[in-house]
């Protein structure tokens, strides 16, 4: 069709010739370099900087982008995908990136921090050429990845729970000097066996300071965090899920320097995590604490584990030994109810202790609710309440264990049993 | 880290076709404003025309060689420059002047170091440009026959040029007197009258077709009796020679110089008018023809041809059609329908930008949450029994006694005050009858404030005892 316009042009007037070739070579120009580019991106050099810390401080994502070649890139329009439940907080979701040649460019995305695996990416691109005439198909250049996040300790909860237990005289200072698994440091006071003295630092830094062991404790725990979907309700980083993940480290470093041992369990509708067998001190501390970032939002909905087989593996991993199961779910639905009520039957059948620690989604949800505002949507949802506490009443009616309590009341709730029971 | 790079489809596509088929549109009008064509075809020996007696060859190879350009003006010769310029005469189809050969030589010396002319012609027409020169060689345009053959007019010809000696077969050629010779053929007849051999015939055992002349440092020429050994026919033809032999002139009429640019005259050549094909069909090769055949083409292809009466006669068939009144009626209809066809499972593709990952917040009535935070969520009578209720719990979870108990006020009375508390009560219980239709009193309830006071009265209530509304979520 150009080749006859040039043609036409060449009978009617030469001279327009000159013009019809400047067009035609601008347009094939054009293509030539978006075809180019597609062959160019491949090339590409991508790598990813993650700075992750816990829930409290942001994620930090660069991707350099390096063009080895000697052609610039022009015009490329990109975008991120990721986890729907992330919030950006810094940089662009999709923009527009010029990549000179044999040089790189750095594309940063900051996400405001939540406990929790997410998926970051595909990165992916789009050529352009300069007046928009022309754009290739959509390219990935970095495919996805995953980030966990761990949840914060809040030391607050932490040395509240401490404060909580002595005060109440439900446990003893700690015991050091019974167990023989290493624990700390810490300067002599009157009344330490000599024994314990470590008299290298007595020699090095003229300090004395005794050794302290963990305590002993055959005392299992198990946590249970369910991350289902009903458990991500609530404003961004105070949902349920969130909220047990951090309740649970706090808890677990609490008994961790307590000595009991504990072992985690995260579920959803892809499965379960387990931490494995219960592990004691700062081991079975941080054991617990890395598998807390495993909750995750599961975006396929297709993917429907049941509770019921999620339940059972639990029971087959459990040890031999009294266990005191805390599980941390929503009680929803009817058939939710009967499952969770059969297992945890099935649980004091098997000699272990268990608890369900349920939260109450629509608190959750109005938790960043002007006051005015969070009453009037409690009375809005006041149907959804009442099947809420309905639903604690039915477990609470056959005889399970349930803790239904102000969120910020859990922690030392959890702690009261424990101690209590191995008082 | 490692890189993961995936490419996925390679394609591209066009932005949009419909701008396509608009600039298509204004490019047919545009054509057809500019009327109906007439292309010229370059006849004789221009340098423009690939037909079998142009000399395009001949300016193809100059051109792979040496910086060349065409002068369709003698302005055009505005524009050259160069240590050396060759102006370069190949039987012009119509005589240089004076004034032309004045113009052209001054253009020339204005703008180069040196010029060096070189005339291939058997006429006499160029003869103009080598007196201005001062050139002692003439064209004297008469006819040279092999004596030998018959009155063959295609002696062989030896040129000397760059110490090489060329044979060359000439046809038609004429005799070149002055300037110092290079190029001979041998026993011939000259016959004086070019156009026919009745006239007086001569004998010679040697013809010079071919001389050179410096006239001064910086003004060379070169005259070649015969232009018909650079036509494109005998270029084109399987004989090297001729190839050689041009490559060889070129070489010397630039003489070495680096920057030697070459001009070939055109504006001396005649142009036809493609419908007055018949004068010249006669010389045609086949090849010729099949290019003026696809000037034809293209000339018949042009809108200002077929356009115009293709819109006259469809306009001349809508004129005849909305003459009925039937069809004037089920026209309409019709376009709609092929319309429907024609768009019936199109999918349009938009240039839309790249999609824009979306984030979530999960909630069970994120619009009953939105209202709510914009305060602009609607509050009805439902909504005041569900607070008695939330509250009504919140109060026999912590004093045993709920909003009904008459003995209410008394209680809650020593912490929040009795007439508050007793205020709060009467006001609590008469909303709730009237909420449950149980009175008809206040008539007209604004249940937007009254839920509002309820709940702010409650609150306030609850507060001076410790409580808040939502203790009703955390019971156990």
């Known amino acids: 069709m150009v080749a006859f316009f040039i043609a036409l042009s060449i009978a009617i007037d030469p001279s327009l010739l000159y013009m019809a070739l400047t067009l035609l070579a601008i347009v094939i120009f054009l293509r030539f370099y978006v075809e180019l580019s597609l062959h160019i991106f491949p090339k590409l050099v991508v790598n990813v900087f993650k700075t992750i810390g816990d829930d409290r401080t942001p994620i930090e994502i660069i991707y350099t982008i390096y063009n080895p070649t000697i052609v610039p890139i022009v015009i490329a329009e990109y975008g991120l995908h990721y986890s729907p439940l992330l919030k950006l907080i810094g940089g662009s979701r999709t923009g527009i990136a010029i990549i000179p040649p044999r040089s790189s460019i750095k594309l940063k995305f900051v996400f405001s921090g939540r406990v929790g695996t997410y998926r970051i990416g595909p990165l992916y691109t789009v050529s352009r050429d300069i007046l928009g005439l022309f754009k290739s198909s959509i390219i990935e250049i970095y495919g996805r990845f995953r980030i966990a996040v761990p949840p914060a300790i809040e030391a607050a909860i932490v040395r509240r729970l401490w404060i909580y237990t002595r005060m109440a005289g439900i446990a003893k200072s700690r015991v050091s000097g019974e167990g023989i698994e290493f624990y700390d440091v810490r300067e002599y006071m009157p009344g330490d066996e000599l024994r314990k003295v470590v008299w290298r630092f007595l020699a090095s830094q003229n300090r004395l300071v005794v050794k302290e062991s963990e305590r002993e404790s055959y005392q299992h725990i198990l946590f249970v965090v369910d991350s289902s979907r009903g458990m991500w309700f609530g404003p961004s980083r105070q949902t349920p899920a969130e909220h047990c993940a951090r309740i649970v480290a706090a808890i677990a470093s609490y008994l961790a320097r307590r000595g009991y041992l504990l072992s985690v369990a995260i579920l959803n509708e892809s499965g379960l995590i387990f931490s494995g067998k219960p592990l004691a001190g700062a081991i079975g501390f941080r054991r617990v604490y890395e598998i807390l970032s495993s909750i995750s939002y599961v975006e396929d909905e297709t993917q429907i584990q049941q509770l019921h087989d999620i339940l059972r593996s639990i029971a087959l991993k459990l040890p031999r030994e009294r266990t005191l199961i805390f599980i941390f779910t929503r009680v929803a639905d009817e058939d939710r109810i009967q499952t969770l009520i059969k297992w945890l039957k099935m649980f004091e059948a098997m000699g272990h202790i268990p608890y369900i620690i349920t939260p109450i989604i629509v608190s959750y949800e109005a938790i960043d609710l002007p006051p005015l505002a969070q009453k009037l949507y409690y009375v809005k949802l006041y149907g959804t309440l009442k099947q809420e506490l309905d639903g604690i009443n039915t477990i609470k009616g056959c005889g399970v264990r349930v803790i239904a309590t102000k969120p910020s009341d859990i922690p030392q709730k959890i702690v009261e049993i424990v101690e209590l029971l191995h008082k | ?476």
């Open chain 2, 1 to 476: 880290m490692s890189m993961e790079l995936m490419l996925k489809e390679k394609s591209s596509r066009l932005v949009s076709i419909t701008l396509v088929l608009i600039l298509i549109t204004i490019g047919l009008i545009a054509l057809t404003e500019k009327g109906i064509p007439r292309p010229q075809i370059p006849v004789g020996t221009s340098p423009l025309s690939p037909l079998s007696y142009g000399t395009s060859v001949l300016y193809q190879i100059a051109r792979s060689r040496y910086n060349t350009i065409v002068a369709l003006d003698i302005d055009e010769l505005n524009t050259v420059a160069g240590d050396r310029c060759v102006y370069i005469v190949i039987s012009p189809s119509y005589p240089i002047t004076w004034d032309e050969s004045k113009a052209i030589v001054s253009r020339l010396l204005q703008r180069c170091g040196s010029i060096a002319i070189f005339i291939a012609d058997e006429e006499p027409t160029s003869n103009a440009l080598l007196q201005y020169i001062n050139s002692s060689i003439r064209v004297l345009g008469n006819r040279i026959v092999n004596f030998s053959a018959d009155f063959s007019p295609y002696p062989k010809a030896f040129i000397v040029l760059n110490s090489n000696a060329y044979i060359v077969v000439l046809d038609l050629a004429s005799e070149v007197v002055g300037g110092m010779p290079i190029g001979v053929v041998h026993n011939v007849v000259v016959i004086d009258n070019a156009s026919s051999i009745q006239g007086p015939l001569t004998y010679k055992l040697r013809a010079y077709v071919a001389s050179v002349e410096r006239i001064s440092e910086s003004i060379d020429v070169v005259v070649i009796g015969d232009g018909s050994i650079f036509l494109n026919q005998v270029l084109n033809s399987n004989e090297t020679i001729y190839i050689k032999f041009a490559n060889s002139l070129l070489d010397f009429l630039c003489s070495g110089f680096r920057t030697c640019t070459i001009i070939f005259d055109a504006m001396h050549s005649s142009t036809a008018n493609i419908r007055e094909l018949d004068k010249f069909i006669a010389t045609l090769s086949p090849q010729d023809l099949l290019y003026i055949f696809t000037i034809y083409i293209l000339t018949f292809l042009h809108p200002s041809i077929w356009l115009p009466p293709a819109l006259a006669t469809i306009n001349k068939q809508f004129i005849y059609l909305f003459r009925e009144p039937i069809l004037y009626f089920s026209l309409p209809l019709l376009t709609l329908i092929l319309l429907y066809i024609l768009r019936r499972g199109e999918t349009i593709l938009r240039d839309e930008p790249l999609t824009s990952q979306r984030e979530l917040e999960l909630y069970i009535a994120p619009e009953l949450r939105k209202a709510v935070i914009e305060e602009r969520v609607r509050l009805t009578s439902n909504d005041f029994i569900n607070l008695y209720t939330m509250v009504d719990t919140v109060f026999k979870n912590l004093i045993g006694m709920g909003l009904d108990d008459n003995r209410f006020s008394e209680v809650v009375g020593r912490y929040a005050g009795v007439e508050k508390s007793f205020r709060y009560w009467r006001f609590m219980n008469k909303y709730y009858r009237r909420a449950l239709r149980k009175s008809i009193w206040p008539p007209l309830v604004l249940w937007r404030y009254v839920v509002r006071r309820a709940v702010e009265e409650s609150e306030s209530i609850l507060n001076s005892i410790g409580s808040s509304i939502l203790q009703y979520t955390s019971p156990f």
